[in-house]
């Protein structure tokens, strides 16, 4: 793999349970983006984290520091405004995005992005 794997954990409360999706996949599992990149340029993938419980809750979304600053991370909504965190969800699909910048140093490879969810 490249040079960097951005780990990105978004945290739900335990009592959701399963009814929490991201991409369509339950919260003992992890949504895989894998890009080629060269320096300088941005890359925005979009995910969806459906709320199919009967509550509401805050959702933290918790990513990896880059080293050597050779990226930076945002979390953008449908209407490309940075998400504020935590954020709260009702009984609701979010359409957010996920925008990386590399660094304009960094050579072309391939890098990694993974998101898994997890129960505090």
Known sequence: MGKCTIIGKIRV???????ILLNGKKCDEETVWTINAFGGESHVTDFTIENRSN??????????????GEYTMEILDALDAPVT??????????NWKFKITFDKYIASDEYEIILTLDYV
């Open 85 to 94: 965190l935590p954020f709260n969800i009702t009984k609701e699909t979010v």
């Open 55 to 68: 509550v509401d809750f805050d959702i933290d979304l918790e990513l990896s520091t880059p080293t050597d």
């Open 13 to 19: 409360p335990a009592s959701v349970g399963q009814a």
